[in-house]
Structure formats: structure tokens, C-alpha cells
């Protein structure tokens, strides 16, 4: 993640502008948005929190180059810090403020989830990725970057900017260059809608990442939705499990599955990593067979 920043301070008049739209979203998403409520409140009540439920891992990439037989520390970091540096810059030279809450009260990318997402394709070197939530595309940015040295490889994306500032829409994948385009597929609509054609249509998923809405129903649907589709040796990355409780329950559902929880780079988030074991068998098989690293 980028430096965070924080919002600027809105006047009297903008607030019940802001606060208008947000009654005008509210009643366009009923149901989603009422069950996302009762989901906080039920978290509350039942005394879940989200530091006791996801202890995080301090060597959580160690584990992962262990598990797929990748070398660490990993000789990737270097490229992945320079992409990341390039695509933070362009989104400066189009004076746009990167950091937490910078769009439109959501957070920009994490770094260590892209870091994650970056090894995982040049060790793993997945060819159908799937991915929900693009925001500014700082992680879309990552993975298609790491697709374009693999020289193969595609992701889809599925995102709805959010609807309440027409310049947010507008902001949207602009981290990503035209040169990356040619490994991209943006389908714009919400992951309810949009994800379960996409994984019928290309019928196996390599890699899959979540970074859409992060309420317990959403996460959970969309874990159900990939899960079939998810090949032997994949891994799905499930960014902010902290605000929700998807992550654990699917975890409990799956117990043969390895997973690893971790830390944002700026101490603030969680997210985790789940790896569907070879023939969704016994836990402790590898993720896939390792690739060379190309000289």
C-alpha cells in the first residue's frame, strides 16, 4: 500500500449532498446493502473481532515460495518494487492522491496483497486469472505486468465503479497502460451478476483475487462461485478478511484447504490466501509445480 492519506474534510453542504446519495444508493441496494448492516451488527453483538479471528502471520511469504518450492527471499521483490513505484507514479502524474480512502472513501491497492499476487504468478505462471474489484488497478496493474513477462496469460476483471462520483468512474484501471491491455478482459457490472458467466466461459481458474464488496454474503458467493472452477494447485487471495467473517467459515468448510493469513504492508488490513491442495486432497500438498524464473 502507498502512503495513506486522508480525506479532505467536506463542508456542511457537500456533507447532506454526500448523505443524500448515500440514502439514494441505500434504497437502489436494498437487500445487499441491509444484509451488509445486519452483518456488522451481528459481528458486534457476538463479540467477533477481526484480531482474535485472523491472527496474522509474520512469515507468511516465506511460507508461500516454501509451499510452492519457489527460492526466498525472493529474487522477484526487486522487479515487483519497481512496477509497483512506475504504477503509483502514473496515477501521481494524472494528480491523483494514492493511499487509503483516496477513492471515494475506498482504499487504493495494498502492496503486500499485489506483492502476493505478483509471486504467485511468476512462480505459478497461471494463465486463467480472475479477479473482482479494480478500483484505480493497482493490483490489476501487477498481475498484467507479470503476464506480460510470462508472454502469456490472461485476467478478468470484474468491477462497479462506485456510483456515487462520476469521476471515480472515470479513475477506473487508470494504473493500467494501453501496452497491458492486450492480457485484459474488464466486464463492468457487480461479481452477482458478472462472475458466474465468466467462470463458466473459461471453465478453469488458475488464480482468483477478490477485492470487491467485503461483506460475509458477498465474499462467501463468490469463494462458492470460483471454488468448482479453481484448478488443483490454485490459490485464491481474499483481501480485508478482517471485515468479515467469509473468510474463516469457508476455511472451516474446507479443512483440507492450506491457507495463510496475512498483514498489510502498512499494518492496517488483513488478507488471506487460500491454496486448493493437489486433487483437493490431503493438506500439505504443493500449490503446482514450480516455473523457472526466465535469466
Request: with cysteine.
Given at each position: ?19 443524500g ?66 504504477a ?5 502524474r ?40 479494480v ?37 477506473t ?11 485484459w ?6 461479481s ?46 481474499v ?15 474446507h ?38 524464473n526466465?535469466?
Amino acid at each position: 500500500m502507498a502512503s495513506g492519506t486522508t480525506s479532505t474534510p467536506r463542508s456542511p453542504l457537500s456533507k447532506a449532498k454526500y448523505g443524500g446519495q448515500l440514502v439514494w444508493w441505500f434504497l437502489r441496494n436494498p437487500i445487499e446493502n441491509s444484509l451488509a448492516l445486519r452483518e456488522r451488527r451481528a459481528g458486534r453483538r457476538s463479540g467477533w473481532q477481526a484480531g482474535t479471528a485472523y491472527p496474522a502471520e509474520a512469515d507468511w511469504e516465506r511460507q508461500l515460495h516454501t509451499v510452492w518450492g519457489a527460492a526466498w527471499p525472493c529474487a522477484e521483490h526487486k522487479t515487483f518494487d519497481e512496477i509497483w513505484s512506475s504504477a503509483v507514479a502514473e496515477l501521481e502524474r494524472q494528480g491523483l492522491v494514492v493511499g487509503r480512502e483516496a477513492f471515494g472513501g475506498w482504499d487504493d491497492g495494498d502492496r503486500a496483497l499485489a506483492r502476493a499476487a505478483w509471486c504467485i504468478v511468476r512462480h505459478t505462471a497461471p494463465e486463467r486469472i480472475v479477479e473482482t474489484g479494480v478500483g484505480r488497478g493497482l493490483t490489476t496493474r501487477t498481475i498484467l505486468e507479470a503476464l506480460k513477462l510470462e508472454g502469456r496469460g490472461h485476467l478478468w476483471s470484474v468491477d462497479r465503479p462506485p456510483p456515487l462520483s462520476p469521476s471515480l468512474k472515470r479513475q477506473t484501471g487508470a494504473a493500467v497502460p494501453e501496452e497491458l491491455r492486450s492480457y485484459w478482459t474488464y466486464v463492468h457490472g457487480s461479481s452477482r451478476r458478472r462472475l458466474p458467466k465468466i467462470v463458466a466461459d473459461i471453465e478453469r481458474v488458475d488464480l482468483f483475487v477478490h477485492d470487491s464488496m467485503h461483506t460475509t454474503r458477498n465474499v462467501e458467493f463468490e469463494l462458492d462461485c470460483v471454488w468448482p472452477a479453481l484448478r488443483s494447485g490454485g490459490v485464491a487471495l481474499v483481501d480485508d478478511i478482517d471485515m468479515n467473517l467469509a473468510f474463516s467459515r469457508f476455511t472451516e468448510r474446507h479443512r483440507e484447504v492450506r491457507h495463510v493469513i496475512a498483514l498489510s504492508d502498512d499494518g492496517q488490513r488483513r488478507f488471506g490466501l487460500i491454496a486448493k491442495t493437489e486433487a483437493h486432497g490431503a493438506a500439505g500438498d504443493s500449490l503446482g509445480s514450480p516455473t523457472e524464473n526466465p535469466a
